[in-house]
């Protein structure tokens, strides 16, 4: 275990650090923009399908990649909630109220990303093969759904609340 984290980038701690900072703060009341709601959950898209490992196989992991996103965003719309979430005074933004659960999926996100990475450097063979592109793009899309199901569910409350204001 020791060596796997000595072989580590200094890059991927930095990554970690922030990651773990976002979902700390997640844990308090966060305003959540139009913008911010589009622009982040896209970031996350981009960077897990330019990771993704398309290998011999690549509609393979397309097909596992897409699947997990889809269930993903299903899983997160139902473990999000919209209760609390409230209009920001110029209509502009919602106020969403703080949750750990950003922080599980943001570590999700994190381990997935750097199992996926070990597994590719370490195993490069098995990394190639059917079942390790099937898991890897199954697990990268899951998580990248679970924080986009989560903005779409918040970005449809918001043009909810300003269609009511």
């Known amino acids: 275990m020791l060596e796997i984290l000595q072989g580590t980038p200094l890059w991927v701690y930095a990554v970690f650090a922030l990651i773990c900072g976002y979902g700390l703060r997640a844990r308090s009341t966060l305003r ?13 898209l981009a960077w897990s399908l330019w990771s993704l490992n398309l290998g011999a196989h690549p509609l393979l992991s397309l097909a596992a990649w897409t699947s997990g996103a889809a269930l993903g965003s299903l899983l ?11 209009l920001e005074s110029g209509g502009e933004a919602i106020l969403v109220p703080g949750t750990l659960k ?23 063979e098995q990394a190639a093969g059917m079942q ?10 899951f998580t ?15 043009l ?4 009511k204001a």
């Open 132 to 141: 390790m592109l099937s898991i890897s793009g199954a697990a990268a899309g």
């Open 32 to 44: 959540e923009s139009r913008r911010s709601l589009l622009i982040a959950p896209l970031i996350l």
């Open 76 to 86: 997160a719309m139902l473990l999000f909630s919209s209760i609390g979430v409230v």
């Open 160 to 163: 909810i609340l300003r269609l």
């Open 102 to 124: 950003i922080l599980g999926i943001s570590l999700l996100f994190f381990a997935v990303k750097y199992w996926i990475g070990y597994q590719t450097a370490v195993h490069p």
């Open 144 to 158: 990248v759904g679970l924080f986009c199901g989560r903005a779409l569910k918040l970005y449809r409350h918001l």
